[in-house]
């Protein structure tokens, strides 16, 4: 059952594959949230009788399990690849400002485009963000760098509850502790994890419990979800490192770290099908999500299943690719070769 994984992580003895898991499992995460956005299950419904949905265990779940829970480790993934991708830059080209600024850019095209069927993805925000973050990594120390992400990341919270005014803060964050070598730490976790995931973990017991109290519903839109929403990310950053070191490595590594790898594939791919899906079938009158919940599983399951096919003969996924070549202006390498 291992045999591609092995064959296709082997060739990549540099990557940090702890990191494309973590990737993979946040994407697994969002892929909910992005799911009732874009399928819109339930707003008909409440059009049509004027009123709120009657209560429905499953969408309350998900309300306490991941919205405003995986968006944050997106996000410091993306400042951890900002940083190893700029390190590259400056290792192979003369003008690595402008390697970044073309891959920013590049992928805030690719998020215009992608509003043709799901405006409210984070693409564009994200290569926006980038830009506005980008003098700080190339310009400042790390140890400026990561207070800074530290100080915009618990402001943002304080003031709002994270959302798209945490996004900078994060980015700076990954950033920072990419510098510093915590996602390469992450990977070896030894008992300062622990330690991170224990107090995480019983933090998260009261967030989640006041949230509900408060009337629970969306947490985006509360200052209590979204700081109960950034610890039990941690929670679960740390929680899943110390899996890492058990014998469920392989398994989690499996299924997760195709996903990672092709995050970016996968999510555009998503909401196109969720687009789509939402045309064929009218999800806006159903009170409940659990068949929005399903179609997720199905989605997740495929995309991980033929991640992996595709990355056993291929280097890059499609939308990575194109994203590459822009970066550095000339073709990636694509087909992977037989040795």
């Given at each position: 059952m291992f045999q591609l994984w092995d064959n296709w992580t082997m060739t990549a003895p540099d990557r940090l594959v702890f990191v494309d898991v973590l990737r993979g499992f946040a994407l697994?995460?969002?892929?909910?949230?992005?799911?009732?956005?874009?399928?819109?299950?339930?707003?008909?419904?409440?059009?049509?009788?004027?009123?709120?949905?009657?209560?429905?265990?499953?969408?309350?779940?998900?309300?306490?399990?991941?919205?405003?829970r995986f968006v944050p480790i997106f996000n410091t993934l993306f400042g951890v690849s900002l940083f190893f991708v700029l390190s590259g830059a400056r290792a192979r080209s003369p003008r690595p400002w402008l390697v970044m600024l073309r891959r920013l850019v590049g992928l805030v095209l690719i998020g215009v485009v992608l509003m043709?069927?799901?405006?409210?993805?984070?693409?564009?925000?994200?290569?926006?963000?980038?830009?506005?973050?980008?003098?700080?990594?190339?310009?400042?120390?790390?140890?400026?760098?990561?207070?800074?992400?530290?100080?915009?990341?618990?402001?943002?919270?304080?003031?709002?509850?994270?959302?798209l005014l945490a996004t900078p803060g994060l980015m700076?964050?990954?950033?920072?502790?990419?510098?510093?070598?915590?996602?390469?730490?992450?990977?070896?976790?030894?008992?300062?994890?622990?330690?991170?995931?224990?107090?995480?973990?019983?933090?998260?017991?009261?967030?989640?419990?006041?949230?509900?109290?408060?009337?629970?519903?969306?947490?985006r839109f509360s200052t209590l979800g979204g700081v109960a929403g950034v610890v039990m990310a941690v929670a679960y950053t740390t929680g899943l490192a110390l899996l890492w070191q058990t014998p469920l490595r392989r398994a989690l590594a499996w299924f997760f770290e195709p996903l990672g790898r092709m995050a970016l594939t996968n999510y555009v791919v998503a909401a196109i099908v969720f687009a789509v899906g939402a045309r064929l079938l009218d999800f806006s009158m159903s009170t409940e999500v659990w068949p929005v919940v399903v179609l997720g599983l199905v989605v997740i399951v495929l995309q991980s299943i033929g991640s992996r096919l595709w990355l056993a003969r291929f280097v890059y996924g499609p939308v990575e690719w194109v994203w590459r070549t822009a970066t550095w202006l000339r073709p990636a390498a694509f087909v992977r070769s037989a040795s």
């Open positions: 697994f995460g969002i892929l909910f949230v992005n799911a009732i956005d874009i399928t819109g299950v339930g707003s008909g419904w409440v059009r049509a009788h004027e009123t709120a949905l009657p209560p429905d265990p499953v969408r309350d779940l998900l309300y306490a399990t991941t919205q405003t043709l069927v799901y405006p409210g993805n984070v693409l564009y925000e994200y290569g926006v963000a980038g830009l506005l973050v980008l003098a700080v990594v190339m310009l400042a120390p790390r140890w400026a760098t990561l207070g800074a992400g530290l100080v915009l990341t618990v402001g943002a919270y304080a003031l709002t509850g994270g959302g700076l964050l990954g950033a920072g502790l990419a510098a510093y070598g915590v996602p390469k730490a992450l990977g070896a976790a030894g008992p300062a994890a622990a330690v991170v995931f224990g107090a995480s973990a019983l933090m998260s017991v009261p967030l989640v419990w006041w949230q509900v109290a408060a009337g629970g519903g969306d947490p």
